[in-house]
């Protein structure tokens, strides 16, 4: 993907903290995929386009880790996550779009486990379906237990962390209990163990019980195609973001799933690659605008979530905002990270 050198102007109440640029060597940079804080953010992972990941430090912006083994090919970071081991160490889950997740001990760069879900597992049909699954996504457990990939073969697959073995796949039995095409966000609902949401291409976000393969219900509307649906456990409300410019970015009720609201922008037809709550009054969504003169702006906004109103915008981006991550607590709570092209971009939100 080629990536036009801009100036990147900041808008409203954001503030600028570093740019990180994300060289495999000072002649070869490679676009970000995903980018994800540890817990209290005092790290950030960077997936990158060749299937590396680099860990920086948000409080000085130095590059403090290469993750990547000699097995890894040429195939981009799909999804990143920390974890804690029993241990209480802490670990780096990492999908790929090879089909594989990969455990790593950042501090060592050692990888200790690896899932490969494309080698296949069942009969012969399932076999050959497998071995040209992308995995497309990642997520957590609130307990840590679990996680749960979607991908390009339309399922959901959830693990046991503790074990790393298989315990479900999620797929549809008929057209209304699972997803019919690409599956690119999956989230578990944040404390509700047993309970996670999915989104992709078929136009729905579908509900799940890990106790059972078929999907629970489902909402029509919403065409995800990155890490942009995310569930607030405090309003019990749903965040998915589209790449559409009508009704791109919107807010369900978990419970009953009705729309709550749309939000959108009337000066800019916004497609969303990403999109997050941040903390219990704003939103963030980012992906590419198309402008009233007939441009296009590649663009991060800050969203107040009572109002509506855009409050902070960073724009005039190089490619389009395709991931985002936010630091949810400690001194550090409510730090943005936001890639575009081959850079991220960290960002403090004055309130």
């Known amino acids: 993907m080629s990536e036009q050198q ?3 102007t900041l808008d409203g109440d954001l503030h600028l903290r570093y740019e990180l640029w994300a060289y495999i060597t000072l002649k070869c940079r490679q676009d970000v995929m995903r980018c994800q804080f540890n817990k209290d953010g005092s790290l950030l992972a960077v997936g990158l386009s060749d299937g590396s990941i680099k860990v920086y430090s948000p409080d000085s912006g130095d590059q403090i880790l290469n993750l990547r083994d000699s097995s890894s090919s040429m ?4 999804g990143l996550r920390f974890i804690s081991s029993s241990e209480s160490h802490c670990l780096l889950l990492a999908a790929y779009a090879t089909g ?7 501090w060592g760069g050692d990888c200790l486990w690896t899932l490969r879900e494309a080698d296949g597992l069942g009969d012969a049909m399932d076999k050959e379906r497998d071995s040209q699954r992308e995995t497309l996504c ?3 457990s609130p307990a840590g237990a679990k996680a749960a990939t979607g991908g390009s073969d339309s399922t959901v697959r959830l693990y046991d962390l503790h074990t790393h073995q298989s315990i479900l796949t999620c797929q549809a039995r008929t057209v209304m209990d699972g997803h019919r095409s690409r599956v690119f966000a999956v989230t578990f609902h944040p404390e509700r163990e047993t309970e996670f949401i999915s989104a992709g ?7 799940w019980d890990s106790r059972q393969e078929q999907a629970v219900r489902r909402i029509w509307g919403p065409h995800v195609c990155g890490e942009a649906l995310h569930v607030d456990a405090a309003k019990n409300q749903i965040l998915s973001g589209s790449c559409r410019t009508h009704d791109s970015l919107e807010v369900w009720d978990y419970g009953s799933g009705l729309k709550v609201c749309d939000v959108s922008d009337p000066q800019q037809d916004n497609k969303i690659y990403t999109c997050h709550w941040l903390g219990e009054s704003h939103m963030i969504a980012g992906g590419q605008a198309n402008t009233p003169a007939g441009g296009q702006d590649n663009t991060l906004a800050v969203i107040n979530r009572n109002s509506l109103q855009t409050e902070g915008r960073l724009g005039g981006l190089g490619s389009p905002v395709f991931s985002s991550s936010v630091c949810v607590c400690g001194k550090r709570s409510g730090l943005i ?3 575009s092209g081959t850079s991220v971009y960290l960002l403090d939100h004055h309130k």
């Open 100 to 106: 594989s997740v990969r455990c790593w001990y950042p």
């Open 6 to 8: 801009s100036q990147p």
């Open 75 to 78: 195939m981009p970071v799909t």
């Open 201 to 207: 291409w078929d136009n729905t976000i579908q509900f």
């Open 337 to 339: 990270a936001v890639s």
């Open 138 to 140: 990642l997520a957590v």
